[in-house]
T-cell receptor
Framework: EAGVVQSPRYKIIEKKQPVAFWCNPISGHNTLYWYRQNLGQGPELLIRYENEEAVDDSQLPKDRFSAERLKGVDSTLKIQPAELGDSAVYLC??????????????FGPGTRLTVL | KNEVEQSPQNLTAQEGEFITINCSYSVGISALHWLQQHPGGGIVSLFMLSSGKKKHGRLIATINIQEKHSSLHITASHPRDSAVYICAVGLAGNQFYFGTGTSLTVIP
């Protein structure tokens, strides 16, 4: 079975440009997470979906970041416009969503964003 | 304020050595997760603990709920164990806090 798929794996853009990341979770996983990971740091949650509903977006910088999970499957995270400080690895993870924080999360390979 | 603290930040060991990575947390948790991240790679879940101890191959994870502390042990370490090990705590409401990770290098 395929794991969590993310694309692109790498993205280099100039500041003020828009960028979008795509995530396809493991089939049947109801919960989807977007994290940002800066170098030398642990992941930080940006947004969590339960099916198609965003249930925790308190850490999402809403002035420039947006996300959607249409039909409760794939998800897209967008930044517009990108700033230098947005350079990081953006990770998508999914879980079954049956056991809350005791669920195992399965992580995608991440998208490494470099903003010049 | 960091809800999750890991130590050490960096660790270098000789192949075959016994390794311990520590995680302390300051919040009430539902579960604690140990994760492994290889350079340029994704994150893999190693253990989920809510009490006691779990063992998988050469990896052992323990948790002391009263002391809010967990340890990850690697016996007979091998260069392929070189990775970043991340402790994450799960709270009620499906909230997670992650540690900054421990970078382990095992030298042949």
């Amino acid at each position: 079975e395929a794991g969590v798929v993310q694309s692109p794996r790498y993205k280099i853009i100039e500041k003020k440009q828009p960028v979008a990341f795509w995530c396809n979770p493991i089939s049947g996983h109801n919960t989807l997470y977007w994290y940002r990971q800066n170098l030398g740091q642990g992941p930080e949650l940006l947004i969590r979906y339960e099916n198609e509903e965003a249930v925790d977006d308190s850490q999402l910088p809403k002035d420039r970041f947006s996300a959607e999970r249409l039909k409760g499957v794939d998800s897209t995270l967008k930044i517009q416009p990108a700033e230098l400080g947005d350079s990081a690895v953006y990770l998508c993870a999914s879980s079954l969503g049956l056991a809350g924080s005791t669920d195992t999360q399965y992580f995608g390979p991440g998208t490494r964003l470099t903003v010049l | 304020k960091n809800e999750v603290e890991q130590s050490p930040q960096n660790l270098t060991a000789q192949e075959g050595e016994f390794i311990t990575i520590n995680c302390s947390y300051s919040v009430g948790i539902s579960a604690l997760h140990w994760l492994q991240q290889h350079p340029g790679g994704g994150i893999v879940s190693l253990f989920m603990l809510s009490s006691g101890k779990k063992k998988h191959g050469r990896l052992i994870a323990t948790i002391n709920i009263q002391e809010k502390h967990s340890s990850l042990h690697i016996t007979a370490s091998h260069p392929r164990d070189s990775a970043v090990y991340i402790c994450a705590v799960g709270l009620a409401g499906n909230q997670f806090y992650f540690g900054t990770g421990t970078s382990l290098t095992v030298i042949p």
